[in-house]
């Protein structure tokens, strides 16, 4: 298996404008993750799901940021728009389970930088 | 609210030193405790994990030393390397309460000096 795959892996853009990043969770992975990883705060879960449906979104700043994921192969995190303080690293992270203990295999990352 | 405290925020270790990472946690429901170990330009993965029915847990030259009264847990790095230079997450949870995922602390940046 090729892992968790995200892109892009490095995105500048200029403030207004959106943003998607994307994500390939594992084979077989039924639970998936996004987090926001700075300096100052860390690793920040934002959103995630279980058998494609989100159960807590509680971390998703604003309403500038959704998330979506129409299949269990695929998830998108959206922002717009995009301010300069949503400059950060990205993950996406699955596990093969919802409950119990959480193993998450995270993907490289995408490092957003908002000018 | 800040769930998992983590403690340095940095570490420089001479090669061969001893590593020590220290988290306290407050949700008395957390029952699996992982560390993940993340390099730089990488996403973070796992180390290693205890859960709070053992004091203590060995892999190799990693050892998690867990106190369940003091609500605290440390990763301990033994003769460290410079190549276990990276960035080292503790994270806990809950593993009956369903939706409750990780927590991760806010991490320490360890740099093994040779």
């Known amino acids: 298996d090729a892992g968790v795959i995200q892109s892009p892996r490095h995105e500048v853009t200029e403030m207004g404008q959106e943003v998607t990043l994307r994500c390939k969770p594992i084979?077989?992975?039924?639970?998936l993750f996004w987090y926001r990883q700075t300096m100052m705060r860390g690793l920040e879960l934002l959103i995630y799901f279980n058998n494609n449906v989100p159960i807590d979104d509680s971390g998703m700043p604003e309403d500038r940021f959704s998330a979506k994921m129409p299949n269990a192969s695929f998830s998108t995190l959206k922002i717009q728009p995009s301010e300069p303080r949503d400059s950060a690293v990205y993950f996406c992270a699955s596990s093969s389970t919802g409950y119990g203990a959480n193993v998450l295999t995270f993907g490289a990352g995408s490092r957003l930088t908002v000018l | 609210q800040q769930q998992v405290k983590q403690s340095p925020q940095s570490l420089i270790v001479q090669k061969g030193g001893i590593s020590i990472i220290n988290c306290a946690y407050e949700?008395?429901?957390?029952?699996?405790f992982p560390w993940y170990q993340q390099f730089p330009g990488k996403g973070p993965a796992l180390l290693i994990a205890i859960r709070p029915d053992v004091s203590e847990k060995k892999e190799g030259r990693f050892t998690i030393s867990f106190n369940k009264s003091a609500k605290q847990f440390s990763l301990h790095i033994m003769d460290s390397q410079p190549g276990d230079s990276a960035t080292y997450f503790c994270?806990?949870?809950?593993?009956?309460?369903?939706?409750?995922?990780?927590?991760f602390g806010k991490g320490t940046r360890l740099s093994v000096i040779a």
């Open positions: 084979s077989g992975h039924n639970s």
């Open positions: 994270a806990a949870e809950s593993e009956n309460s369903g939706n409750t995922p990780l927590v």
């Open positions: 949700n008395t429901a957390f029952d699996y």
